[in-house]
């Protein structure tokens, strides 16, 4: 039997926040090549779903069944099939309870599964914890969070870095999928929870999740809050020695495909990112002609791209084409912007 048609998907629970403090289940899908295998320290892929999202969200499980290694794809806390804690309610805001799933996820793949982290794919709001946890855990500083953060969080991020650097072992190959850099474009929305802020306080958020209605409530503190998300200081501690894989829709109606230029100069502006004589540079971007912010229609593309540049990763490789600081013709100027132009600034999502 080939290992292909071994896959098994099962679905699996997590407990949240710890084993030992267990109030809450948080579910997942682990996707394994043998799920007979018994050997110790397997790679892992991890992979972040967006907001109000789910596990099987968009291309997720064609990634899992292409992936070379074992997978898992979780709900975060307040999104499909995982809960919110007794008297926790849907932030908009709330990236540091994602981080905070993302731990307890870490910690009972490796400990309970044997598994070692070595991938992590993060599509919309989990590109930007994606950026968050690996500063936090890898980054090239010790990360305390500034002024701004509670002793809670600190101590969580405290947690982070001695799990991940403290640990010795190289950092997860990281994938950031549509990920937004100018957070304060979420007042383009402003005009969409205007009537519902001055009549009730709130904004009444309906959306469909893993095809049920939900309905989250969005308030003007966790708009500000949003708006005011630290992605470029993630994106500056960011560690060094990890190139990562930036992929974008040019046709995102949601997060402007020019973002991604933002995320280029905030990683390349770091010296150490090019390390001379290797040919190797921050990482890898690749813009998907057309593509929207969800990539329907070009999963196979982005699979293929997350799948190649993983194996190279793997390989210890650089990518055979060259640095890819520079954007092919096709992509550069107007392109960058039109998906946003054309669809309307009044219009973007989340």
Known sequence: MSAS???????????????????????????????????VRRPLALILHGVLSHKSQSFHPLLASSLPIDSLRFDFRGNADSPLLEGQEWDMAGFHEDCRDLDAVVEWMEEE???????????????????????????????????TVDNEERRWIQKRRQRGAGSGRAPPAWVSLCGRWNMDRIHDRDQ??????????????KAKVAGKQV????????????ASYPIASYVSRYPSHSPPLLIHGTSDETVPSADVGYYINGLSAKHARTQSGTGSTWGQVHLVEGANHMLRGKYDEVVAVIKQWYEAQRRGSSNEDGPQMALEASQEGDVLERSWNETGAGKGKL
Do not use: C, N
Request: charge should be negative; charged fraction near 25%; avoid cysteine.
């Open 5 to 39: 048609s071994q896959r098994k998907e099962t679905e699996i629970k997590i407990p949240f926040p710890s084993r030992s403090d267990h109030k809450i289940d948080l579910a997942g899908i682990l996707s394994q090549h043998d799920p007979s295998s018994s050997a």
């Open 113 to 147: 599964y044997g598994y070692q982290v070595e991938a992590i794919i993060g599509h919309s709001r989990g590109s930007l914890i994606g950026w968050k946890w690996m500063s936090e855990a890898y980054g090239d500083d010790d990360l305390q969070g500034g002024s």
């Open 215 to 226: 309905t989250a409530r969005v308030t003007p503190a966790a708009v500000e809050s949003f």
């Open 192 to 205: 969409v929870y205007a009537e519902q802020f001055k009549d009730k306080g709130f904004f009444e958020w």
